[in-house]
C-alpha cells in the first residue's frame, strides 16, 4: 500500500461542476502539498498546508490531521483546469524536504 | 518559475552510455532535489542537496549519483544508463520559510 493515496485516479467532469479530489496518507506529517501538472509536463505548487483550509481563487485546500486526510476543490469548474493534480506529503524535522508523493488525479473538464 | 531550468530537454542514449542532466537555478537556495517520474509511479525522489557538497540518497538513489560544486548547480549523472531509466526527470527547489517546492520543466530521457 503506498504511503499516499488519491483518489478518482481518473475524473472528467462538464464545466461548471464542483471538483473534489481526495487524498489519504497513512504516516505522519509536517505538511502536505497540491502540485497541478498541465499536459504540457511542467509542475507547479498549488497548496502547502499543515492544518485547516487554504483558498486560491477557485481552488480550496483541506486538511483533516486525525483522519491523515486532504481534499482539493475547485468551484466552477473550466476547460483550463484540466490537468494532473498531485498530492504530496512532507514528514520529519524541517530541512531538506523530502515528499512523498501520490500517484496523481487526471482531471479533464469537457466545455 | 523560481528561475530553474534544466538541460538537455531531450535526450536519446544507448544502453552502457554515460549521461549527465544538469539542473540550474538563479536565486541561491540552499536545497535542491532530483525526482523521476513514470507512470504508475507518480514522482520518486533519487538524490536532494542541502548545500555545496553537501548531497544524500532518496528513494532510488541506485544507478545515480549527483555532484554539486556550486550553489547554483546540481548535476545528475547515469554511469552507465540502463532501459529502467527511462523517464523524465524534474529538478526542483525548496524556497522560503514555507519550503514551496518549485520545479523545473524536466529532462525526457529514452535509453534504448
Known amino acids: 500500500k503506498n504511503e499516499v493515496e488519491q483518489s478518482p485516479q481518473n475524473l472528467t467532469a462538464q464545466e461548471g461542476e464542483f471538483i473534489t479530489i481526495n487524498c489519504s496518507y497513512s504516516v505522519g506529517i509536517s505538511a502536505l502539498h497540491w502540485l497541478q501538472q498541465h499536459p504540457g509536463g511542467g509542475i507547479v505548487s498549488l497548496f502547502m498546508l499543515s492544518s485547516g483550509k487554504k483558498k486560491h481563487g477557485r481552488l480550496i485546500a483541506t486538511i483533516n490531521i486525525q483522519e491523515k486526510h486532504s481534499s482539493l476543490h475547485i468551484t466552477a469548474s473550466h476547460p483550463r483546469d484540466s490537468a494532473v493534480y498531485i498530492c504530496a506529503v512532507r514528514s520529519g524535522i524541517q530541512g531538506a524536504q523530502k515528499l512523498v508523493f501520490g500517484q496523481g488525479t487526471r482531471l479533464t473538464i469537457n466545455p | 518559475d523560481a528561475g530553474i531550468t534544466q538541460s538537455p530537454r531531450h535526450k536519446v542514449t544507448e544502453t552502457g552510455t554515460p549521461v549527465t542532466l544538469r539542473c540550474h537555478q538563479t536565486e541561491n537556495h540552499r536545497y535542491m532535489y532530483w525526482y523521476r517520474q513514470d507512470p504508475g509511479h507518480g514522482l520518486r525522489l533519487i538524490h536532494y542537496?542541502?548545500?555545496?557538497?553537501?548531497?544524500d540518497k532518496g528513494e532510488v538513489s541506485d544507478g545515480y549519483s549527483v555532484s554539486r560544486s556550486k550553489t547554483e548547480d546540481f548535476l545528475l549523472t547515469l554511469e552507465s544508463a540502463t532501459s529502467s531509466q527511462t523517464s523524465v526527470y524534474f529538478c526542483?527547489?525548496?524556497?522560503?520559510?514555507?519550503?514551496?517546492?518549485?520545479f523545473g520543466p524536466g529532462t525526457r530521457l529514452l535509453v534504448l
Open positions: 542537496s542541502y548545500g555545496v557538497k553537501d548531497t
Open positions: 526542483a527547489i525548496s524556497v522560503g520559510t514555507l519550503e514551496t517546492q518549485y
